[in-house]
């Protein structure tokens, strides 16, 4: 189909996985820094408006794949997707951060939840359209529900 290519890495303050905040409630504050590679900064033009950004990335040190799964958010095994499952077929992960700053190549920004030097393959605007009212929690509302949250 096409061989992905980094355009950047991410700089993290989590050097393990087990630093990373997991399970249900699990709060995403970590700062950190999306380092676009400069060929490509360029394409970082306007981007300083938005307040938030979806950044899709590699689970580069994860192995393999599970079509099932219980994740630490539940007792219950789920299908991968419907999961967010590092283990997945096609490894991408995908994060909405909070866009703190620009400072020319550099995105200093809140939330991340990968590990420092993750490769980057694409940063796009968030724009959620979808009323809150219309959105379905599945599994996790009822894994939320059993845990009394
Ligand atoms: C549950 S996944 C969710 C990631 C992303 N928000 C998503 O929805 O695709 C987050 C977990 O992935 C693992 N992880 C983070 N960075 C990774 C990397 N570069 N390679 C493999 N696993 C990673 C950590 O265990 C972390 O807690």
Do not use: C
Not at 6 to 23: E, F, H, L, M, V
Not at 35 to 54: K, R, V
Request: net charge negative; charged share 25%.
């Amino acid at each position: 189909m096409f061989s992905p290519q980094p355009i950047g890495y991410a700089r993290s303050p989590y050097k393990d996985t087990q630093q990373i905040p997991k399970g249900l409630g699990a709060q995403h504050e970590a700062e950190g820094v999306l380092e676009i590679l400069p060929e490509f900064g360029a394409g970082l033009t306007d981007i300083e408006g938005f307040s938030h950004l979806i950044v899709l990335w590699v689970f580069d040190r994860a192995e393999g794949f599970d079509l099932l799964g219980t994740p630490p958010t539940d007792n219950r095994p789920h299908g991968v997707f419907a999961t967010r499952s590092p283990r997945r077929p096609n490894p991408i992960g995908l994060t909405v951060v909070e866009l703190l700053g620009r400072e020319g190549t550099r995105l200093h920004v809140r939330g991340i939840d990968m590990l420092d030097g993750t490769p980057l393959l694409d940063i796009k605007p968030y724009l959620s359209s979808i009323l809150t009212e219309k959105l379905r929690r599945g599994w996790l509302a009822e894994a939320e529900t059993r845990r009394g949250q």
